[in-house]
C-alpha cells in the first residue's frame, strides 16, 4: 500500500503533463515551421533577454541568426517575432489581431484605468469611432496657436541655457510636452499651477511609466495584495495625489458648467458620455491618463532624438536651418501657420529618418484571436502573441539598403518612398489599431 501511493502520484503526474503537452500541441508544431531558439525548459528566452539590457539588441542578435521571422519562448506562451514587412501588414490590418497583447494591456489598465490605449475587442472599436472626432484636422488646426504659444515659452526657455555647460534637455522637453498635453486634451494651461512648477507632476507621470514597465515584466505585481505587501499600491497612491489634484479639478469644473461650444476635444466628448450614462466618472478619468500619458514621452523623447541627431550629423543640421531661414527670412517672433508646414519638405524627413531609426514604440504586440494564416503560409493558432518589431523593420537591409543602421534623412526623398514597401515604416503601428494622434503628430509643429 505504501508504494502504490507514490506511484499513483507519479502516474497523475504524467498524466497531467501527457494532457498539458497535447492540449497544446498546435503550439509545439510551430516550431516545425519557424526556426529559432528553444531557450530553456519552462523559461524559454526570458534568461537571455534579462541578460541583455537592450532587449532590441538580443532581438536584432536572434532574428540575424534564424531570420527575419522566428518563434521565441516566453516562459511556457509560444511568441512569434516579425521584422518582415509583409508579415507587419498581415498582422496590423487583420481583424484577427485587433486584441494587444494581455500583458501589456492589464499592467497598463491596473495603474490607470480603462481608454484607448488598454480597451479591447468591441469596446476599443466604440470607443476609437467616437474619439476619432478629436482628431479630425479641423480640430488639430485649432490647437496651432497653443503649439505657437507653448513653442515660443520652449525656445525662450533654450535660450536661457546658451552658453552653459552640457545640459540634458530631456526633462526640460517632458516639462513642455506635458504641457502641450494638458492644454490639448483636457483644455487647461498647467504654467501656473504648483505641482507644475515644482515638477511633481512631470515626476508623478514618469513614476507611472516605470510603474507599468514594472507591470509588465512582474505580472505579479498587478495582484492587490502582492502590490500592498510590497509597497507598490501605497507608491501608486502618492503619484495619483499628485495627478488626481489637477484632473479631479478639470472634471468638477466640466460638470459644473454648461456643455462648451468645443464639443470635440477629447475631455469634452468623454464629459459627454459621462452625462449619458454611458460611462463611469472612473472611465473618464482612465481616458484622461490613457490620452495624456500617450502624448507625453512620444513627443518629448522623439524632438530629444531628432536634435541629437542633427547634432551629430551637422550637415544635416545646416539643411534644415537654410530651410527654415528660406520660409522664415525674418528672424524674431513669428507666428507658424499650418501653410508653412507643407513648405518644410527637408524638415519632414529629418524627422521621419529620426523615427525610423528611433520609433517612439520599438514593437507591438498582439494577439490572434482565432487562428490565422500568415502570408508566409505558416499557419498562427489562436492565442498565439505576435510581436511586430519595429525598430527592427526600420532597419531591415533588404528594404532600407546596406547602410539601414545610418542616419540619412535621403530615404525620405519621394522616389525613395514610392519604391519601399508600405510596412518598411511604420512608427506609429499602422492598419485599424493604429495610433489614433499620428495625424497630430505628423502634421502639426
Known amino acids: 500500500m505504501v508504494m502504490i501511493i507514490p506511484l499513483t502520484l507519479t502516474i497523475a503526474g504524467l498524466l497531467v503533463l501527457i494532457y498539458f503537452l497535447w492540449s497544446r500541441r498546435r503550439f509545439y508544431k510551430l516550431i516545425l515551421e519557424l526556426p529559432g531558439p528553444l531557450g530553456l525548459p519552462f ?56 486584441i494587444r497583447n494581455w500583458r501589456v494591456t492589464s499592467a497598463m489598465a491596473s495603474i490607470f484605468g480603462l481608454g484607448l490605449v488598454t480597451l479591447q475587442g468591441t469596446a476599443w472599436n466604440t470607443r476609437r469611432k467616437y474619439l476619432n472626432a478629436s482628431f479630425k484636422h479641423n480640430v488639430l488646426l485649432s490647437f496651432i496657436p497653443i503649439f505657437n504659444s507653448k513653442t515660443r515659452t520652449l525656445v525662450t526657455h533654450m535660450n536661457t541655457l ?135 514621452d512620444t513627443t518629448a523623447v522623439t524632438l530629444h532624438h531628432t536634435l541629437i541627431l542633427l547634432a551629430m550629423f551637422p550637415q544635416y543640421q545646416d539643411l534644415v536651418y537654410e530651410e527654415l531661414k528660406k520660409v522664415y527670412p525674418d528672424s524674431g517672433d513669428f507666428e507658424v501657420e499650418y501653410e508653412d508646414l507643407q513648405k518644410l519638405v527637408y524638415l519632414d524627413r529629418v524627422l521621419n529618418e529620426t523615427l525610423r531609426l528611433i520609433p517612439s514604440a520599438g514593437i507591438t504586440v498582439r494577439n490572434s484571436n482565432e487562428d490565422f494564416l500568415l ?71
Open 43 to 98: 523559461l524559454g528566452s526570458v534568461p537571455a533577454y534579462f541578460l541583455n539590457n537592450l532587449k532590441m539588441i538580443q532581438r536584432t542578435k536572434y532574428m540575424d541568426k534564424y531570420g527575419s521571422t522566428i518563434l521565441t519562448w516566453i516562459g511556457t506562451h509560444p511568441v512569434i517575432l516579425s521584422r518582415d514587412p509583409k508579415i507587419a501588414r498581415d498582422v496590423l490590418t487583420s481583424s484577427k489581431f485587433l
Open 162 to 296: 546658451v552658453g552653459q555647460d552640457e545640459v540634458y534637455f530631456l526633462p526640460h522637453l517632458l516639462r513642455w510636452s506635458l504641457s502641450v498635453a494638458y492644454q490639448t486634451t483636457l483644455g487647461i494651461d498647467v504654467r501656473d499651477e504648483t505641482n507644475f512648477k515644482n515638477n511633481a507632476l512631470i515626476d508623478s507621470w514618469q513614476s507611472l511609466v516605470k510603474l507599468i514597465i514594472i507591470g509588465i515584466f512582474m505580472n505579479v505585481s498587478q495582484n492587490k495584495i502582492v502590490s500592498k505587501i510590497i509597497g507598490w499600491e501605497r507608491r501608486k497612491a502618492h503619484v495619483f495625489s499628485k495627478i488626481n489634484v489637477l484632473i479631479d479639478k478639470i472634471i468638477d469644473s466640466k460638470l459644473n458648467s454648461h456643455p462648451e461650444h468645443n464639443t470635440n476635444s477629447v475631455i469634452n466628448r468623454m464629459i459627454k458620455l459621462y452625462r449619458n450614462g454611458s460611462i463611469s466618472l472612473e472611465e473618464v478619468k482612465g481616458e484622461c491618463y490613457n490620452m495624456v500619458l500617450a502624448g507625453i
Open 375 to 445: 502570408s508566409n503560409k505558416v499557419l498562427v493558432p489562436k492565442g498565439v502573441a505576435i510581436i511586430v518589431d519595429i525598430f527592427n523593420i526600420h532597419r531591415n537591409k533588404d528594404y532600407w539598403g546596406a547602410n539601414a543602421h545610418t542616419f540619412n534623412p535621403d530615404n525620405f526623398l519621394p522616389d525613395n518612398v514610392r519604391d519601399r514597401h508600405p510596412y518598411a515604416f511604420i512608427p506609429f503601428s499602422k492598419g485599424r489599431r493604429n495610433c489614433i494622434g499620428s495625424i497630430k503628430a505628423g502634421d502639426m509643429p
